[in-house]
């Protein structure tokens, strides 16, 4: 019951059900042509008696239709769809009904590499009278410039009513413009390959190998003997290959081609070279090219392509298959200036930068000169790709040069760049190039460099001592503390070994130092290291032949770190504590202090004139049980503050000592004040609670004093203290209050939250106010976090 032939008579169903489609159409012969839905899937059956089935993909037969199509001759065919889902073409073939092919129309398979079938009713061949096409288009595979490309086409053969393979022109309306194919190259090259092949392979419509997903690598891969053949059914028309260009911005100049590959595979005698704008390039070439032979094609104009798709034409000859060897683009870069242009686009940033920086790295070592030459006038963003360049020649000196130079540049982030790219190396190489680097201004790059080295590289602590053996690299601590990463975890203590006897003298303090791990004078961490190895022990062999103070006062800290010091090194030391330097006189006696060698020394060095020495002494004599008569006297009698505190430090531990750390408390000097405080609560001798509660309610006392007073307090824990924290709290609710009071102030509301109970709170409760300042009002928000002392 069709109105016309795209009618459709759609059974009436329930509301539930989907519309069905029910036709009879004249195929040379009535044919009943049914598509329904059964147990959720199409079924399409064609023919009554013996009738042929097919399930259909989609799940759904809403908008299917038959569409009667005459071909040539008068044939016809029934094309079965349903809009988006499926397709079918139906022909009375053989004196019975038949279905020739069925298809998915929507996109299916892997991303990236996903299909969808088609089916095409259009005139394409010119003669008025439409073919029925069918064929599939594929993500990823196309002609540069074309939205989709219908791979593997077949057309329904009218008389036989099969479906045959057929050649199709899959090309848009474009200008053409037509070029001769030269057997030599343009004037202006002088070379057969490019600087940089930015070509890449992507698609192509066929191959030999019957690959699902074929790619024309053989087209780039620098053998013309390898190439690309196409692989369709006929003669190969139409059959293309895709290729992506891997910089846009460089501008094409000229293709060069291999025709022919092979002797046994076809060569076209006219192709053409489509990108993603522009015009269309028809090539024809004027004799059938020989295997091997390279033909220029100059182009009209230069053009900026992202892909390229070569399209074969008409063949030489009848070959059963046609192909290309070779496929090559020169860019602006192979014609003069080019490299500078390159260079120039550097300083774009961003992704055209970068597609710059790619471009140059390609070209190896041939890009280096200019960008040394440049590298002084260029900016940040230029340097920094730049590197990226000289990384993928790590090993020329030039490339060397720039990574040198960027760990000393002014600005960080060439230097951060420098060394990430340096850690990124599958190599310890560029690591190495910036731990050498010299100068103030790469010290911290060297230093991380070391570091980084160390760690991934610990078997390449050569280079770290060569390093080390450079006049003045022993002043770098973080150096020391490279060489003793890598020495703990890797297996280069022979290598260490074999280089210590040899080693100049502060390189060998240095190591000494490091391997050690002391914790130098820069503020080494000083966690790691064995003192007692036979590397350390080795390294301080030298000491007694030091004579630089520096080199000295590091054999000597080695020895202070723990390594066992020999006999001789024993006598250097006692000598080294009569220097007339005070910190080697300091540094001797913390040595022999740790080689349990330092009492006699000691109690000489309480005279000493210089109170640092003093106060190593005192260290010392700390470990010596007979020492508390002496070291009393230096607590109540020592001219020097900081003295006198060391000295109460040194005895707090001893219990006859204690009513001597007490009467500390009320020492003239603040400095003796805390620190008997301190070193009362550390002894746990609560019993001085009389004492610190007396400096608590001191209003003019120093902050370091009331500082201690708080902590004792808290450490102590009894309620009793909350009188005293509860002035401490007072002074800093003043209107104006002095900063130190504030601080101290929140100190002793966190003593208060801790000690806890109902008057405690109370303070903390008051604390909690608009009216006091906002670093006590926060410590007092905070207080339900404080865990209890109790």
């Known amino acids: 019951m069709r109105s016309s032939l795209l009618g459709l008579v759609l059974a009436a169903a329930p509301l539930v059900a989907q519309a069905q489609v029910d036709e009879t159409v004249e195929l040379g012969r009535p044919t009943r042509i049914q598509v329904r839905l059964v147990d959720d899937a199409v079924q399409l059956e064609v023919g009554t008696r013996r009738a042929e089935r097919q399930t259909l993909p989609g799940g759904t037969v809403t908008g299917a239709s038959v569409r009667p199509v005459t071909l040539a001759g008068g044939a016809v065919v029934a094309v079965v769809t349903v809009p988006d889902r499926a397709a079918a073409?139906?022909?009375?073939?053989?004196?019975r009904p038949a279905i020739l092919w069925t298809g998915n129309l929507a996109l299916h398979g892997d991303p990236g590499e996903r299909r969808r079938d088609v089916v095409q009713v259009a005139d394409r061949t010119g003669d008025g009278v439409p073919e029925v096409i069918v064929g599939y288009v594929q993500e990823g595979r196309a002609i540069c410039g074309e939205e989709t490309t219908l791979l593997e086409p077949r057309a329904v053969e009218p008389?036989?009513?099969?479906?045959?393979?057929?050649?199709?022109r899959n090309l848009s309306q474009r200008t053409e413009v037509t070029v001769l194919a030269q057997p030599g190259p343009p004037e202006a090259l002088e070379r057969e390959a490019p600087l940089i092949q930015v070509l890449q392979p992507r698609s192509a419509s066929s191959a030999a190998g019957g690959s699902t997903t074929p790619l024309p690598t053989g087209l780039v891969d620098g053998d013309?003997?390898?190439?690309?053949?196409?692989?369709?059914?006929?003669?190969?028309?139409?059959e293309f290959a895709t290729l992506r260009v891997t910089d846009p911005g460089l501008a094409v100049h000229t293709l060069a081609l291999v025709p022919r590959a092979q002797e046994e595979v076809g060569a076209p005698r006219e192709l053409r070279v489509q990108g993603d704008s522009g015009q269309r390039v028809v090539v024809r070439f004027p004799r059938e090219p020989s295997v091997g032979e390279v033909w220029w094609v100059p182009l009209p104009e230069p053009v900026r392509w992202t892909c390229v798709s070569v399209v074969l034409g008409e063949a030489f000859g009848d070959p059963a298959h046609v192909g290309l060897g070779e496929v090559r683009a020169f860019t602006e870069v192979d014609l003069g200036g080019g490299m500078?242009?390159?260079?120039?686009?550097?300083?774009?940033?961003g992704e055209e930068g970068a597609r710059a920086a790619r471009a140059l790295r390609s070209l190896g070592p041939d890009a280096l000169d200019p960008l040394v030459a440049g590298w002084a006038e260029m900016t940040a963003v230029e340097k920094r790709l730049v590197l990226r360049v000289a990384a993928a020649a790590a090993d020329d000196e030039r490339a060397r040069g720039?990574?040198?130079a960027a760990a000393a540049d002014g600005d960080q982030h060439v230097r951060s760049g420098a060394l990430e790219l340096a850690e990124a190396a599958d190599g310890p190489d560029l690591l190495g190039v910036l731990t050498a680097a010299e100068g103030p201004a790469a010290r911290d790059t060297a230093d991380r460099a070391a570091l980084v080295l160390a760690r991934r590289f610990p078997a390449e602590v050569g280079q770290l001592l060569a390093v080390l053996e450079r006049p003045g690299a022993e002043e770098r601590p973080v150096l020391r503390r490279a060489l003793r990463t890598a020495v703990d975890r890797g297996d280069g203590a022979e290598v260490v070994a074999a280089w210590i006897p040899n080693a100049r003298t502060g390189a060998r303090a240095a190591a000494a130092l490091a391997l050690a791990g002391g914790s130098g004078d820069s503020g080494d961490s000083g966690d790691s290291g064995d003192p007692g190895s036979p590397l350390a022990q080795l390294a301080l062999e030298g000491a007694p032949a030091a004579t630089e103070f520096a080199d000295r006062w590091r054999f000597a800290a080695a020895v202070a770190a723990g390594t066992p010091p020999s006999d001789a090194t024993r006598a250097w030391l006692a000598t080294l504590a009569e220097s007339e330097e005070w910190m080697l006189r300091a540094a001797a006696l913390r040595a022999l202090g740790a080689a349990d060698a330092g009492g006699p020394v000691a109690r000489q060095a309480l005279e000493d004139p210089y109170p640092r020495v003093r106060i190593a002494a005192v260290q010392v004599l700390a470990n010596e049980t007979d020492a508390g008569d002496a070291l009393a006297a230096v607590a109540r009698g020592d001219r020097w503050p900081m003295v006198r505190a060391a000295a109460v430090e040194a005895l707090a531990p001893r219990v006859a000592a204690r009513p001597l750390v007490r009467a500390a408390v009320r020492d003239r000097h603040e400095v003796v004040r805390a620190a008997a405080i301190r070193s009362l609560a550390a002894a746990a001798d609560w019993g001085a609670w009389d004492s610190v509660e007396e400096r608590l309610a001191q209003t003019r006392e120093w902050p370091v004093v009331l500082e201690a007073g708080v902590a004792f307090a808290r450490a102590r824990c009894r309620e009793d203290a909350v009188d005293?924290?509860?002035?401490?709290?007072?002074?800093?609710?003043?209107?104006n209050p002095w900063q130190p009071d504030v601080e101290i102030a929140a100190r002793a509301v966190e003593a208060l939250a801790a000690i806890g109970g109902e008057e405690a709170d109370e303070v903390v409760r008051r604390a909690d106010s608009d009216l006091s300042p906002p670093m006590i009002?926060?410590?007092?928000q905070a207080a339900e976090a404080v865990p209890s002392c109790r």
């Open 89 to 95: 073409v139906v022909a009375n073939a053989s004196g």
């Open 159 to 168: 008389r036989s009513l099969t479906l045959r393979s057929v050649s199709l």
């Open 224 to 238: 013309p003997a390898v190439g690309w053949v196409e692989a369709a059914p006929g003669p190969g028309r139409w």
């Open 340 to 349: 500078d242009a390159l260079v120039a686009r550097l300083a774009s940033g």
């Open 402 to 404: 720039l990574f040198v």
């Open 724 to 735: 005293a924290l509860r002035g401490v709290v007072d002074r800093a609710m003043r209107p």
């Open 777 to 780: 009002r926060v410590t007092a």
